[in-house]
């Protein structure tokens, strides 16, 4: 299993970035997909989640800016951000719960991570 990340870059106080985080091989079925960052020095912390049936929760910073979706046709996570701010600034994780066959637990899958910088 793999997961692709993608959509990272450098943009200004107050503009937008679309984040993407393909899953691809052979799993069963995939449970909730999330967003991490970890800023320079700090600890990895959960941004958004979605659940399969497409329950979204959000830690209290990125509230009302930012919007985690997915396709589940595409087994594909995306992170909407808008209005970003320089302490937005972090290496973004995606992250799957799955699992790999019928009748196996649950298993946490990360992507490779991708830099956002946002400069003011």
């Known amino acids: 299993v793999q997961l692709q990340a993608s959509g990272g870059g450098l943009v200004q106080l107050g503009g937008s970035l679309r984040l993407s985080c393909a899953a691809s091989g052979s799993f069963f079925s995939i449970n909730a997909m999330n967003w991490y960052r970890q800023a320079p020095g700090k600890q990895r912390d959960l941004v958004a989640e979605v659940t399969s049936d497409g329950r979204t929760n959000y830690v209290d910073s990125v509230k009302g800016r930012f919007t985690i979706s997915r396709d589940n046709a595409k087994n594909t996570v995306y992170l909407q951000m808008n209005s970003l701010k320089p302490e937005d600034t972090a290496v973004y994780y995606c992250?799957?719960?799955?699992?790999?066959?019928?009748?196996?637990?649950?298993?946490?899958?990360w992507g490779q991570g991708t830099l956002v910088t946002v400069s003011s």
């Open positions: 992250n799957a719960i799955l699992r790999r066959s019928g009748w196996s637990s649950s298993q946490n899958y």
